[in-house]
């Protein structure tokens, strides 16, 4: 009798102390949980739904880009300029690069003028550390017209395309260099200026018969060229030539086609390429992009869907990123 109380006595026992044991692991296996870290957004949960952070005197929209780079959301009338637009909603300087972007990306909506008016207005994601624009979109108060444009790699590099799939800078048909070159923008005496991006020692051939008027090679890379376009009153100016052609002379006629000379590199940002834009005998300053025959070029058949996501993407965080700001402005 007493061994079977004793039997009973030792199981007692050990029940009640796994079951202490078992309670107490628990506790600690939370405690520990605790010290892991956690994550950012729930799993089952897109980015888009939280803003990565912000600071509350500062408000600005943040989230992550389709390849998972930090972007930050921008919404502005124009009052002024684009910075001092940008200043006065977000109490921040907007990077001289983005204005120069947007002026880029709008040059080619606004037909081939960087001219903004009072209201005017700029919607855009940009990458906080490249200080690229993503997306953008331009609504002319003038004009009364919406574009949006977006930063896609079609298979050649990342280009901006219009929301109808076509690359925003369309082709010179009939221009002074080959192929189609790309097209970055220079400051040149307050204004900016258009540089055509094409490799050092490319011939450079007159697109129409041409006077030449003036020419300096004295400073080796980065020579310089005036001719008048006979047949249109109007002036073609070149800078960055690498080499000009040693047999041409001034106040000659040239036929259409002859070379001129190579292009070089530029010294304002010591890239290659050659600068090129026209002014009439007034002085106004005539686009490349109005004066020769362009034609544009449309997205590769089988980009189009990469494409059609990339929109519904920057659609939905615009819509996110407008809800945000709804609580601060």
């Known amino acids: 009798m007493k061994n079977r109380f004793a039997y009973v006595a030792v199981l007692v026992i050990s029940v009640f102390l796994n079951v202490f044991l078992y309670l107490n692991q628990d506790s600690a296996s939370v405690e520990e949980d605790d010290e892991k870290p956690f994550e950012l957004y729930p799993t089952d949960h897109s980015s888009l739904d939280f803003p990565l952070s912000y600071d509350a005197d500062l408000p600005q929209f943040r989230t992550f880009s389709p390849k998972g780079d930090n972007i930050l959301f921008a919404d502005l009338v124009i009052r002024g300029t684009i910075a001092d637009s940008f200043s006065r909603k977000y109490n ?35 990458d906080e550390k490249t200080n690229e624009i993503l ?5 002319n108060s003038t004009a009364r017209t919406v574009s949006e444009v977006y930063l896609f790699d079609a298979g050649s590099g990342e280009k901006y395309f219009t929301s109808d799939g076509y690359e925003l800078q369309p082709c010179i048909t009939n221009g002074p260099f080959k192929g189609c070159p790309r097209v970055r923008f220079l400051y040149e005496n307050n204004n900016l200026v258009p540089a055509f991006e094409i490799p050092v020692n ?34 073609a100016f070149f800078r960055g030539l690498a080499e ?23 010294f304002s940002d010591r890239k290659s390429g050659v600068i090129y834009y026209l002014r009439k005998f007034d002085n106004s300053i005539v686009s490349p992009f109005v004066f020769h025959h362009i034609e544009g070029r449309q997205l590769p058949e089988k980009r189009e869907l990469n494409f ?3 929109r519904n993407f920057y659609s939905k965080a615009s819509e996110y990123a407008r809800n945000f700001e709804k609580s601060y402005f």
């Open 135 to 139: 997306y953008l979109k331009y609504k």
């Open 202 to 235: 490319e011939e450079i051939h007159l697109p129409f018969m041409a006077k030449l008027m003036e020419f300096d090679q004295s400073r080796g890379f980065g020579g310089t060229m005036e001719l008048v376009y006979s047949n249109y009153a109007t002036r």
């Open 308 to 310: 059609q996501i990339l």
């Open 244 to 266: 000009i052609n040693p047999g041409l002379r001034k106040s000659a006629l040239y036929k259409e086609k002859a070379v001129i000379g190579k292009s070089g590199y530029i």
């Open 92 to 126: 921040a300087k907007i990077p001289q690069q983005i204005v120069k972007n947007i002026q880029e990306i709008v040059y080619f909506l606004n037909g081939f003028k960087i001219r903004f008016r009072e209201g005017d207005a700029l919607t855009f994601f940009y």
